[in-house]
Nanobody, 131 residues
Framework: QVQLVESGGGLAQPGGSLSLSCVASGSPVGYHAIGWFRQAPGKVREGIACAGCAAGNTFYPDSVKGRITISRNNAKSTMTLQLNDLQAGDTAPYYC????????????????????????WSQGTLVTVSS
């Protein structure tokens, strides 16, 4: 079974950028659909990025589209989440994940929000956006 170890996160100013990384062991990341979610205290879990195994098959909800990019390096078995133009509302713990197939690992709900069939997730890293 895949294990995920996450790094990155920390404090960023509004308008700033952060990069989160996740290393997969036990099973190469190239074998899995991947994604990221966040869950701020008192709020529901929010899927923010998902990528199927095929190149270019990526999904983002409207809340982060244009500000977040998910990528993978199959040779290094890593995945990365680039966060740009950070806002206070982005403050939350962030988790990387692998997603099951079947069913479809990444699905847009109502064309605006993202659902993922989560299989394994990381320990999480805190992103804080504050001046």
């Amino acid at each position: 079974q895949v294990q995920l170890v996450e790094s990155g996160g920390g404090l960023a100013q509004p308008g700033g950028s952060l990069s989160l990384s996740c290393v997969a062991s036990g099973s190469p990341v190239g074998y899995h659909a991947i994604g990221w979610f966040r869950q701020a205290p008192g709020k529901v879990r929010e899927g923010i990025a998902c990528a199927g195994c095929a190149a270019g098959n990526t999904f983002y909800p409207d809340s982060v589209k244009g500000r977040i990019t998910i990528s993978r390096n199959n040779a290094k078995s890593t995945m990365t989440l680039q966060l740009n133009d950070l806002q206070a509302g982005d403050t939350a713990p962030y988790y990387c994940l692998t997603a099951q197939t079947p069913p479809p690992p990444c699905s847009m709900i109502g064309g605006t929000s993202l659902a993922m069939s989560i299989e394994v997730w990381s320990q999480g890293t805190l992103v804080t956006v504050s001046s």
